[in-house]
Nanobody, 123 residues
Framework: QVQLVESGGGLVQAGGSLRVSCQASGRAFTNYAMGWFRQAPGKEREFVVAIAWNFSTYYADSVKGRFTISRDNAKNTVYLQMNSLKPEDTAVYYC?????????????????WGQGTQVTVSS
């Protein structure tokens, strides 16, 4: 069992930056692929970025060049650094974990989810 807790969301102006974190506890964090998804009001949950156990990263086109995912295995934490934020980035951001990185963009394949953290970007 893996428990995930996100933090660091908030309100930021367009063009600004924000970093959200995901603290994991439970089973061996280092073996898991970690993903960030987001869901805006009235929209489906969408893939944002994922990082494998070997630190390989995979980004959605919409955030490539603006967002950076990283992981600190010593702290059991995954970070999502978001720069050049746009109003369309406004959503609840969820951290998720799965045993393997394959099909990382498919939310239904993730076994564990955090409760989400709200990110709001004002224009």
């Amino acid at each position: 069992q893996v428990q995930l807790v996100e933090s660091g969301g908030g309100l930021v102006q367009a063009g600004g930056s924000l970093r959200v974190s995901c603290q994991a506890s439970g089973r061996a964090f280092t073996n898991y692929a970690m993903g960030w998804f987001r869901q805006a009001p009235g929209k489906e949950r969408e893939f944002v970025v994922a990082i494998a156990w070997n630190f390989s990263t995979y980004y959605a086109d919409s955030v490539k060049g603006r967002f950076t995912i990283s992981r600190d295995n010593a702290k059991n934490t995954v970070y999502l650094q978001m720069n050049s934020l746009k109003p369309e980035d406004t959503a609840v951001y969820y951290c998720a974990a799965k045993p393997r990185i394959i099909n990382y963009w498919r939310s239904n394949l993730y076994d564990y989810w955090g409760q989400g953290t709200q990110v709001t970007v004002s224009s």
